[in-house]
């Protein structure tokens, strides 16, 4: 009995583990950081309420990533046209590119940030990504 509840944990830990790496989807095809842990937790949900948590969690934070990337995008997409428009200054400018450089630190935050994620729950460990706004709580 105490062998098939430390089997459970431990198969619990690796789909907790499984579901944060699934964010990696999102490198690899357009919305597939969400698609993939979407499909992911509603097949693993009903294990357990850790699962069920991680699943929302994971979600949650490749939401508000994508919102946020696709807000930064709205932003270097506006001043874009303006400056294609004839409206063309040094501010704008150095907006875009300090937004390509946010868009590219956050590329790369969001990568460790999966990481550790992944690591967490390999651990048995809750992991709560920060910056993350509850779409599905």
Avoid at 103 to 131: M, N, Q
Wanted: glycine fraction near 8%; include cysteine; charge should be positive.
């Amino acid at each position: 009995s105490i062998k098939k509840n430390i089997m459970e944990k431990q198969n619990e830990n690796n789909s907790a583990f499984f579901m944060h790496l699934t964010s990696f989807c999102g490198y690899l095809f357009p919305f597939g950081s969400i698609i993939v842990p979407l499909v992911v937790w509603e097949s693993l949900k009903k294990d357990s309420e850790r699962l069920d948590r991680t699943g929302k969690d994971v979600l949650n934070f490749n939401l508000s990533y994508a919102l946020y990337i696709t807000v930064l995008g709205l932003i270097v997409l506006a001043l874009g046209i303006s400056m294609i428009f004839g409206h063309y200054n040094h501010l704008a400018l150095f907006f875009i590119i300090s937004i390509a450089i946010l868009t590219g630190a956050l590329v790369i935050l969001k990568f460790i940030l999966i990481i550790l994620g992944s690591v967490s729950a390999g651990r048995g460990e809750h992991y709560r990504y920060p910056a993350t706004i509850n779409f599905i709580n």
